[in-house]
């Protein structure tokens, strides 16, 4: 999948690999698709990873603050991932980082 | 649907002619500058679409790689709310018009859906018609702070266009 979104979980924590454009398009499958993995299995924290991402637009910051509300209402945590210099700036100019932090890998195998 | 490129491509045909007639023929690309127009259907897979047609035509300006992603992203912020606000009741065609004069890009989009009551609430950060939607607000923001001026027009029932300029530095000559 060129511009597909893969899903991988480690204990409680969800990780959503981004696809490469993070749009309007891109985004209403994600939501559907981390709806379902967190079917699944119980996630307490989501973390999304932008490593293959170079563009993504206002379409995507709504689906972070939606699956933000989400986790938030269960107890939950956000997190972002190494993001490019452009999407840092996208989730900087939406102030996303005032309610999501920095993914760095805290006791990743940990909790269960 | 068709009539829109027409009347366009005659109303280009009657700025040559009139060029020609005030002795401009010949006029370069610097007097009235050059034009892409493209229609598109109203599905959410074209937004990528029109971002890659932008940086094509962008590309003739030798832009920064900065320049290049602030037009993708406000066109995609354009065509997106043709697509979810413009054609939400029912499809319809979205209009793109790109033009270049000197190191100025201009962009049109247009669309004939339900248009908009308040442009001004519109376009307020945050401001959105669509809560349920996971709508972030921000999309008129983000057209504001990536190009140097936006004008909306736009009425219930009448459609809306949205229109952009971008000044692009000034490159050395190669």
Known sequence: MENGTNYKVRGTVLYAFMPREV??????????????????????????????????????????????????????????????????????????????RDWDGQDEEGSR | MGMGIVAEERKMEEMRSTAAGTGQAGAGPEEKGESVYLEFESRSHNEQFARVVVAVFAARLDPTVEEVEDLKTAVSEAVTNAIIHGYEKEAGMVHMKLTIKDRELSVEVRDEGVGIADVKKAMEPLYTSKPSRERSGMGFSFMEAFMDEVWVDSAPGRGTVVRMVKRLEERPVR
């Open chain 1, 23 to 100: 749009d309007h398009h891109s985004s209403m499958r994600m939501k559907d698709g981390i709806a379902k993995a967190r079917v699944s299995c119980p996630v307490t924290r989501l973390v999304f990873d932008f490593s293959k991402t170079d563009f993504m637009d206002s379409a995507g910051v709504g689906m972070l603050l939606g699956r933000y509300k989400e986790m938030a209402a269960v107890g939950g945590e956000v997190f972002v991932r190494n993001p490019s210099p452009r999407v840092k700036r996208i989730l900087e100019m939406a102030g996303i980082y005032r309610i999501i």
